[in-house]
């Protein structure tokens, strides 16, 4: 399997350079993007906001630039944030398994449950989402942040001078209300930001059947907010976001008398 896997990898990458192709590098790993996916793999962008349905492929795809990083940017350090630890060791499974679906065409010196570091001298390192695990980090070359709405403002904050000043940061999830760096990054985040909206209705991953179970399984409410990705406020509160922001907003209609 591992000499077929590096069959294909010298096949592929003898037709295209694959340090410069990151759509033909995720074909040879074995995953073939949606139009979206393939949009944000060929993209540079320093800054960028995965607004994404659940189950929708955010996670992989951003695994397959991670091993892409490490792999072709010697020296580099890919940082997986979430909200847990548990996450960020799922996100790094996922890592692992498009750096196994390649053959591990770059030696590896070490590989634990968090941690995979190369003979090139890159890693990757899962962190738990806690403002005090994060310190100690620099001059990362992407960060990953992985349910990003989730993941509190101060850990955000902290993570951010870590970022090299070539470095790439990315957030990547489903809304959590109107509210939060996730939030406002996606909304107000202005031009610095490439942003994604991808509900499940634009989802190759979901068919008419499978969103109509979803719909019935979930509510209206969380429907809208887990599969639409729709920024919803908490169904206890008395006024909308944009209402609020409506109410406190410095134009002022004058009349004339």
């Given at each position: 399997?591992?000499?077929?896997?590096?069959?294909?990898?010298?096949?592929?990458?003898?037709?295209?350079?694959?340090s410069?192709?990151?759509?033909?590098?995720?074909?040879?790993?074995g995953?073939?993007p949606?139009?979206w996916?393939?949009r944000?793999?060929?993209?540079?962008?320093?800054?960028?906001?995965?607004?994404?349905?659940?189950?929708?492929?955010?996670?992989?795809?951003?695994s397959?630039?991670?091993?892409h990083?490490?792999?072709?940017?010697?020296?580099?350090?890919?940082l997986?944030?979430?909200?847990?630890?548990?996450?960020?060791?799922?996100?790094?499974?996922?890592?692992?398994?498009?750096?196994?679906?390649?053959?591990?065409?770059?030696?590896?010196?070490?590989?634990?449950?968090?941690?995979l570091?190369?003979?090139?001298?890159?890693?990757?390192?899962?962190?738990?989402?806690?403002?005090?695990?994060?310190?100690?980090y620099?001059?990362?070359?992407l960060l990953?942040?992985?349910?990003?709405?989730?993941?509190?403002?101060?850990?955000?904050?902290a993570?951010?001078?870590m970022?090299?000043?070539?470095?790439?940061?990315i957030?990547?999830?489903?809304?959590?209300?109107?509210?939060g760096?996730?939030?406002?990054?996606?909304?107000?985040?202005?031009?610095?930001?490439?942003?994604?909206?991808?509900?499940?209705?634009?989802?190759a991953?979901?068919?008419?059947?499978?969103l109509?179970?979803?719909?019935?399984?979930?509510?209206?409410?969380?429907?809208?907010?887990e599969?639409?990705?729709?920024f919803?406020?908490?169904?206890?509160?008395?006024f909308?976001?944009?209402?609020?922001?409506?109410?406190?907003?410095?134009?002022?209609?004058?009349?004339?008398?």
């Open positions: 399997m591992i000499a077929e896997t590096r069959a294909r990898l010298l096949r592929v990458s003898s037709q295209v350079d694959l410069r192709d990151r759509i033909a590098f995720a074909r040879a790993a995953f073939e949606e139009p996916q393939a944000f793999l060929a993209s540079s962008a320093p800054r960028v906001v995965l607004n994404i349905t659940r189950q929708g492929g955010k996670s992989q795809t951003a397959i630039l991670a091993i990083t490490v792999m072709f940017e010697p020296e580099s350090m890919v997986l944030l979430s909200p847990t630890l548990r996450q960020s060791t799922e996100l790094f499974k996922k890592c692992l398994s498009v750096y196994r679906a390649l053959g591990r065409p770059v030696p590896a010196d070490s590989e634990t449950a968090l941690t570091s190369l003979e090139n001298g890159s890693r990757i390192v899962s962190l738990p989402g806690s403002e005090g695990s994060i310190r100690g620099s001059n990362v070359r990953l942040e992985d349910e990003s709405s989730r993941v509190p403002d101060d850990v955000h904050l993570a951010l001078p970022v090299g000043r070539h470095g790439r940061l957030l990547m999830s489903t809304p959590f209300g109107s509210r760096h996730f939030y406002e990054r996606f909304k107000h985040g202005g031009d610095r930001w490439e942003r994604y909206e991808i509900p499940a209705t634009e989802s991953q979901y068919t008419p059947e499978r109509q179970e979803a719909r019935e399984d979930s509510g209206a409410w969380w429907f809208d907010q599969y639409l990705v729709k919803m406020d908490a169904q206890s509160a008395a909308r976001t944009e209402d609020i922001a409506r109410a406190f907003a410095e134009e002022v209609e004058v009349w004339s008398l």
